[in-house]
């Protein structure tokens, strides 16, 4: 089994930077995919951002294109995701989503971001 453990999230003025962070209990280096989803209040979950491994692809709503940006850390076995300048919109609790290989999907239970005025 994986775990994984999002941290990063927080209140945000407009404009700003946040950094959140996807921890997982093993390594990560062979897992097939990993992304990043969101939620907001009475919104359904949305993919955000996604990091395929082969072939080598990184995936973004359109919403978030230029502005967030998905990474790993395999010696840490972290999953990141930058965001920056940060709009009201993408207030939201941010889930942690892996695909280490075929037929298994494990989930963080996620962190909350607030983006304020």
């Known amino acids: 089994q994986v775990q994984l453990v999002e941290s990063g999230g927080g209140l945000v003025q407009a404009g700003g930077s946040l950094r959140l962070s996807c921890a997982a209990s093993g390594t990560i280096l062979g897992f097939n995919t990993m992304a990043w989803y969101r939620q907001a209040p009475g919104k359904q979950r949305e993919l955000v951002a996604r990091?395929?491994?082969?072939?080598?692809?990184?995936q973004y709503v359109d919403s978030v294109k230029g502005r967030f940006t998905i990474s790993r850390d395999i010696s840490k076995n972290t999953l990141y995701l930058q965001m920056n300048s940060l709009k009201l919109e993408d207030t939201a609790v941010y889930y942690c989503n892996a695909h280490p290989y075929a037929g298994y999907e494990y989930w963080g239970q996620g962190t909350q971001v607030t983006v304020s005025s």
């Open positions: 990091f395929i491994r082969s072939p080598l692809t990184y």
